[in-house]
């Protein structure tokens, strides 16, 4: 019983402060203040993660030395503040030392600096640079 009047409190107090449920879960985007819309570059790129023999995220080894490799090439990708957004979010992905690289790149000097990135991080075996250039 007391369980109850604890819950209908509660209830009231949210209902009370306009903090509710419902209000929480309003979905309404917030207005556009200026900024043109631009879709996500790789959006359909992501298609080719069905595809027969694509490595993709999931495919991630869970050996600790494998973890280690893929953070520390995505901390030095990250760390490069010249590369664009895409290449800051390229997949890596580590299996037994063996790095791909997938994602859109602005240029063939993105592509080429990322990879040498990946071969420089101790652990890595090899790096399959699938990086793909996207030209505008």
Same mark, same amino acid.
């Given at each position: 019983?007391?369980?109850?009047?604890?819950?209908?409190?509660?209830?009231?107090?949210?209902?009370?402060?306009?903090?509710?449920?419902?209000?929480?879960?309003?979905?309404?985007?917030?207005?556009?203040?200026?900024?043109?819309?631009?879709?996500?570059?790789?959006?359909?790129?992501?298609?080719?993660?069905?595809?027969?023999?694509?490595?993709?995220?999931?495919? *991630?080894?869970?050996?600790?030395?494998?973890?280690?490799?893929?953070?520390?090439?995505?901390?030095?990708?990250?760390?490069?503040?010249?590369?664009?957004?895409?290449?800051?979010?390229?997949?890596?992905?580590?299996?037994?030392?063996?790095?791909?690289?997938?994602?859109?790149?602005?240029?063939?000097?993105?592509?080429?600096?990322?990879?040498?990135?990946?071969? *420089?991080? *101790?652990?890595?075996?090899?790096?399959?640079?699938?990086?793909?250039?996207?030209?505008?």
């Amino acid at each position: 019983m007391k369980r109850w009047a604890v819950l209908a409190v509660g209830l009231m107090m949210t209902a009370a402060t306009g903090r509710g449920i419902a209000r929480a879960a309003d979905p309404t985007p917030a207005p556009d203040q200026g900024r043109k819309a631009y879709p996500p570059d790789n959006t359909g790129r992501n298609s080719t993660d069905r595809e027969a023999g694509t490595k993709t995220a999931g495919q *991630q080894s869970n050996d600790p030395a494998d973890i280690r490799v893929t953070a520390d090439i995505r901390k030095a990708v990250t760390d490069d503040d010249s590369l664009s957004t895409n290449a800051h979010n390229v997949k890596i992905i580590t299996q037994g030392g063996v790095v791909t690289l997938r994602g859109p790149v602005a240029s063939d000097s993105e592509r080429a600096r990322i990879a040498a990135m990946a071969k *420089q991080v *101790q652990g890595v075996k090899r790096v399959e640079n699938k990086l793909e250039v996207t030209r505008r």
